[in-house]
Every structure is written in structure tokens, then in C-alpha cells.
């Protein structure tokens, strides 16, 4: 992997094994002259459910279209992950490659073509070279059981400077479940939709409609609350997979740990988010914005999206410039309802602005100081109504020119 | 003005005055520790018609709301334009600010405050400091008549890197009428608006209706079918005036000159919106993104803006990368009808990919070479409808970030 980004965790988590789910990772050679894994076969005990949210791309890849072909049915047996190849933008060639993997997979696991869920990330408009797939799956298979989260994580990389991964753990009528999510994403990366690659694994038993509301909302707190650049990929798909080996069956909210499964769920998405804004592309510092007083929740979404993906906003952040007059801009473009004086701006602990213009007496001193950290804190106040939305992103460097003038990704 | 724009046009074209307009320049001081010509004052004579657009931001700048409120009387006698500071979001004290300099205005040129029409441009969040240009202000009429059209360029400038003008001509029964027009604009230029200043003045009599109505038209083909970063000014703004001193009065567009009139209009609307694009905060290549077959000419502007506008695209081509993947992401994040299955793209002269996937025989050498120059062409066909659009942009470079991360604007 690339160097590490600044902003990266320590370490990736400990995260216990999942009843009910085996991962092995190999070397199938898509894209990368180097030997790393770039192949990830997951197989689920019988019954397992599985959820999920996809790009809203129009240009969507083959892999997320067999996604969004086999989803409703709420059921998996196995996932296959390439990477290094989207597969996206390659016509009749890719979808037939897309399929050879779908049915090498049904094969190698006994079960229906049905059951098999697939994902690819890397170049578009390159027809994934199925037969470097079909060449491994075999030995693969022999493998399951061997991975660890980690090793899946970082199979499933490609520009990504660290493996994302995150768990938690629920009380479900007396019995301890486990969550653990792997993620990948770095550039590329943009809202209004399941960002990038994200899987999650868990032991409980959950109906499949409680399954899918529940990740459809801590996907809109998540994944869906974050940008790097503004750019949505063709390949994006977050799934959820319950393997139904402990604890009583969830099959609404108001069952006793439904919440708790809930909260730890937001909990890994939310953490396997920040941990792809802290590797976009060229990342100096993490930049949060709340936005409040909007005149609803979507409103303040909006709002929140044009400060984050504003590249004067992004510059000013990285070069440590407490610039909220670009913040007033962002605010003015985003096409959604706001009072110029009613409007305040805070950096950090520091109100800079408020009633549309900058507080009397405003000492930069402690603001600045802020901005020089690599935790940055926007809050935006419309003064409007009760809506509000809160939105990770990074700032806009010299990194995020050098990987993109250069990679062909 | 910093280091020339490796886009910029040789020289400021030769512009002839204009009968009834009188301009003149002078150092106010408002923000910049050199000595250069910050404001710029315009008489017109009385009958002058003059005509609007301004930014759609909810946080508009006094000078933009002073125009609102005075251009629907389509009457004016001066202008004053003042750089280096925008007064946006300055409460009260910038209201004042510009109440005073208006006022100023009016009385040195003898005329009805609502006859004076005010813009600034340059750092928000800093009241105008009103006093330095009243120091200047009578000294600045005493010289009406003195400044050229190069020298008013200059004067309205902040980060732009060369005087941006343009000039035409047209015949209108019989008589040859006589339109210039100057702007200013690196960064903070996006669509959806009137982008950034413009100030463009004819001899022609024009009624109000029908030259508001051309502006509009000439507008959404020019200075809002551009952008350098997507980030909406607080303070855009585009006047046009028309003294009445030349040729017959034309009031509806069957009048005989007044096609003529308008390919004129359009012709300096969209020489200065390029120019505009050509000094875009770092930018080393001129990119022309031309739309068909979407299923309107909105939903095509809106692909065309959404590839335009996309870092990812711009940073390929600033690596002079046919990265035709990154303008299917584009296309697909646009939120517009799309099928990948019909989509082909463009580079120069050479189709790239069709019918959803890479041409057979895809020879990248004369793309390649494409990309090397600085006048870029991308051409993408949804293959839905009629719909059409044509958006001009610059890459993004090194240079964008440069000047960003480190200048308070």
C-alpha cells in the first residue's frame, strides 16, 4: 500500500470471527504488477440474510447491477470481491465476465447462482479478466476459514493507504452478538448513495425487513454523510450479512435489542466512514460540519454537502485559514433556503460570525490555533428552523493533485 | 497582476469608446498594499438603459441587492465598481458602507440615487472601508473621459491574472452600432448565475424589455455555461449598458438589426466568459465539454457541468489522461436520465467509447496527443434525445491549490 495517511488509527481493530461466516483472500493479478491479494470469497452458513444499498449511478458496473438483481430476495451463500478492475463501463464482455465469477462461485460452494453476491473496484472501462478469477477460486475455496477481517480488508483495497475495519457487539435477549464491517474507499467518494465498498458481518438473527431499515438508515448516517471530492463512483454497494447463529430473532424495533443491534450497527458504519474520509486522497486534516437551524434535515444535508465538497472551503482548511467568508459562499450557492443575517459560523469552540457579520471583537488567535490541528470542526447555524445534518469530509491538498494526475484509476 | 495565465489571449483587444460612456480609475486603497487602480467609475448619459443579471446566492452581497432593487427601472447614470474587497456578509456596516459611496456617486454626477448602480468584489466579511473611496471619489469624476476600457479591466481585477475585454460591432438599419465589454474572474466562477463582473456598454437604442430579454438569453450561453471550481461568487454580477446615442430604436427581436445586435452581444458575452475560464485559478488547459442526446438541454447542461465540475475529470486532464472512466462516473453521478448502454464519449476528434464500452481497436496515440495541448475537447453522446449543451472549464492543478490554500479571499 501507498504511505499511510496522517490521519489513519493506530492500528485496525481486533475483531472476533463471526459465527457462520469464512473468508479467504488470493492473488487472481487483475491489475497490479505486484503480487498482493486482490480476490475475496466470503461463504455464509445456509439461511443467512443479506441487505443492501448500491450506487445511484446511472452508469452503474455489472457487479452492482447482479447486486441489485439478487438483493430482494434477502439471501446469500457467498460474495466475491475483485479489485483493481471495476469491471464498470465494459459492456457485454463485462457482464459475461461478471457472470463466469457468479457461477465458478455457485459451483465451488454448492449452492444456487442465486445466493452469490458480487463487488469490483478498481479501472473502469476494462473487462475484468475473468479467467485470472476462474485460474484461483478453486484453491481459494480450499482456503475459507483462513483469512482474518484483516486480510480481507486490505484484499479489497486499491488506493486505499490502510485496511478499514471496525466491530461492535450487541445484548440481544441475554445472548451477546457479534458486528464486525470491513470497508474500502479513498478517492472517488461522494453522497447520495452507499459510498464505495462496505461489508458487514453479523451472527444475530434479524428479519430481513428489519435488516434492510436498519441499514438503510445507518447507511443515510454514515456512508451517505460523507464526501471526499464530490464524486460518485459507478460501483458503490454496502452489504449487510446476518448469519442468524445467535441470539432470538429480531423482527422489529420495538423486539427487546433491536436498538442495541441498531446503535452498534451505526456504530460500525459510522466508524468505517470516518475511516474513509481520514484516507481521501491527499487527506491532511478530518473536517466535521454540523449544520442547524436549516428548515428541515434535508435542507441542512444540502447545505452541509456544499461546504464539504466547496474546494475553496477545502483549500482555505488546508492551508490553516479560518476563511468563513468561503463558508458564507457555500452556504449562498447551495440552492436551499438561508438568511444571510441570520447566519452564524463557528470554528472549533469560536462563534466567528453571527447576524451576517463577523462578532465584534473577534480574536483569530484561538481559531487559528484550531485550524492548525488535524481536527477540524465547522458549525453552521441557519437560525430557519430545526433541521440538521451533520458531514465528514477532508480538505483539498496538493496529495489529491498528485494521485489524480497521475493514477489512471 | 500575478504571472500571466499560460491560456491568456496574446494582448487586450482594441476597443473603440463607446458615445455616451465615460470612464474613469482610481487607487482607493481598499485592500492591496501596492498602489494599483481599485475603483472604477462609469457616467452614462441620461436615457442610458441599463439591464441585469446577478448571483442566485442566498447570500448575496449589499451591492448585488442595491442592483436588484434598481435595475428594474432599466435606468442608469453611473456605475462604480470597487476591487479588492466584496463587502459580502458585513451586516449593517457594509449596507452603509455601500449607502454612502452610492450616495457619493450621485452627487458628483448630478443625477437621482436610484440612476447609480454599485458591485464589489474581492475579500468577504470586511465592511468596505467606504471613507477611502470618498477621499478619491471627486478627483476620480474630475478625470471621466480619461480611463480606456484596458484600464477599467485593470481596475475591476483581483486574482485575475490579465484584463479580460472584448469588443463587436453591428449594423442596425444602416447605422453601425458599437458594443465593448470588460470582466474580471479566476476563481469562485460557477454555474447557475450570472458569474462573476461584467460590465458591457453599447451606443445602440435598445428598449429595456428586449435588451433584458438578450441579456438573459446571451447570459445562459456564456457567463452561466461556465465554471472554474463550481463555487458560486456572493457577489456576480453582469450590466449591460445601452446609451441610445447610435441608430434606430429596436424593440422586438424582428426588428431589422436586432439578430444582428444579439450575435454581437452573444459574441462578447462568450469571448469574456472564456477568458474568464482561460485565467481559472491554476489552469493550463482550455476544456470544451459538448453534450447531446440527453433527453433535454437542462439535463444536458447538467451532465455537461456534472463532468465539468467532477476533480476527478479535471485532474485527468491536467495529467493529459484520456481517463474516459472518470467521465462515465461523471456522467452517471449527474442525477440526469442516462443509459451506459448507449453512452459514447469523445476525445478531440476520436470516439473513444460506445454502446457502453471501449471502441475495438481503440488506438490511444492520437488521444494521447490531444491531451497534450491545451485546448481540450470532449464530446459525449447519451444517445436519448435532442437535448444539447456546451460548457467551457479548466483543469485542476497544482496551482489551483497554491492559490487557494494560502490567499484570504
Redesign the interface.
Known amino acids: 500500500m501507498p504511505e499511510r495517511s496522517p490521519l489513519a488509527p493506530a492500528s485496525f481493530p481486533s475483531l472476533s470471527d463471526i459465527e457462520g461466516v469464512r473468508l479467504a483472500v488470493g492473488h487472481a493479478g487483475y491489475h497490479y504488477a505486484d503480487t498482493r491479494m486482490d480476490l475475496l470469497l466470503a461463504e455464509f452458513v445456509p439461511g443467512t440474510v443479506a441487505v443492501g444499498v448500491t450506487?445511484?449511478?446511472?452508469?452503474?458496473s455489472p457487479e452492482v447491477e447482479w447486486c441489485r438483481e439478487r438483493l430482494p430476495s434477502h439471501n446469500a451463500r457467498g460474495l466475491v470481491v475483485s479489485s483493481g478492475n471495476?469491471n464498470?463501463?465494459?459492456?457485454?464482455?463485462?457482464k459475461a465476465a461478471a457472470e463466469m465469477i457468479g457461477a465458478e462461485a455457485a459451483r465451488l460452494l454448492g449452492c444456487d447462482l442465486e445466493k452469490i453476491l458480487l463487488s469490483a473496484t478498481g479501472?473502469?472501462?476494462?473487462?475484468l479478466p475473468a479467467a485470472r478469477a476462474l485460474n484461483v477460486m478453486e484453491t481459494v475455496t480450499a482456503q475459507l476459514g483462513t483469512a482474518s477481517f484483516e486480510d480481507a480488508a486490505r484484499a479489497i483495497s486499491t488506493t486505499d493507504t490502510f485496511p478499514k475495519g471496525a466491530g461492535a457487539a450487541a445484548i440481544i435477549g441475554g445472548a451477546r452478538v457479534s458486528i464486525a464491517g470491513i470497508a474500502k474507499g479513498s478517492?472517488?467518494i461522494?453522497p447520495?448513495m452507499a459510498t464505495m465498498l462496505g461489508y458487514i458481518f453479523t451472527d444475530a438473527r434479524v428479519a430481513p425487513a428489519l435488516l434492510h431499515d436498519m441499514l438503510v438508515r445507518a447507511n443515510a448516517r454514515s456512508f451517505n454523510s460523507i464526501t471526499v471530492?464530490?464524486?460518485?463512483?459507478?460501483s458503490d454497494t454496502v452489504l449487510l450479512f446476518a448469519t442468524g447463529q445467535t441470539g432470538p430473532l429480531l423482527e422489529k424495533m420495538t423486539d427487546p435489542g433491536a436498538h442495541a443491534f441498531y446503535g452498534a450497527l451505526c456504530e460500525i458504519c459510522e466508524d468505517l466512514a470516518q475511516q474513509i474520509v481520514r484516507d481521501g486522497e491527499g487527506a491532511s486534516k478530518f473536517i466535521t460540519i454540523r449544520v442547524s437551524g436549516a428548515v428541515s434535515d434535508s435542507s441542512a444535508r444540502k447545505i452541509g454537502m456544499s461546504i464539504a465538497?466547496?474546494?475553496?472551503v477545502k483549500?482555505?482548511i488546508?492551508?490553516s485559514?479560518a476563511?468563513?467568508?468561503?463558508v458564507?459562499?457555500?452556504?449562498?450557492?447551495?440552492?436551499?433556503?438561508?438568511?444571510?443575517?441570520r447566519?452564524s459560523i463557528r470554528f472549533g469552540s469560536v462563534t466567528v460570525?453571527q447576524?451576517?457579520?463577523?462578532v465584534a471583537g473577534y480574536d483569530e488567535a484561538p481559531v487559528a490555533k484550531h485550524l492548525q490541528g488535524d481536527e477540524i470542526d465547522i458549525g453552521v447555524s441557519l437560525g430557519l428552523g430545526d433541521g440538521a445534518a451533520r458531514i465528514w469530509t477532508c480538505d483539498?491538498?496538493?496529495g489529491?493533485?498528485i494521485i489524480?494526475?497521475?493514477y489512471?484509476?
Open positions: 450506487t445511484q449511478s446511472a452508469c452503474a471495476s464498470a463501463f465494459t459492456g457485454k464482455r463485462g479501472v473502469i472501462g476494462v473487462p478517492g472517488m461522494a447520495d471530492d464530490g464524486d460518485t463512483s459507478t465538497n466547496s474546494p475553496l483549500t482555505a488546508a492551508g485559514d476563511n468563513w467568508g468561503r458564507v459562499m457555500a452556504v449562498g450557492k447551495a440552492g436551499e433556503p438561508a438568511d444571510r443575517d447566519l460570525a447576524q451576517g457579520e463577523v483539498l491538498t496538493h489529491y493533485i489524480n494526475a497521475d489512471r484509476s
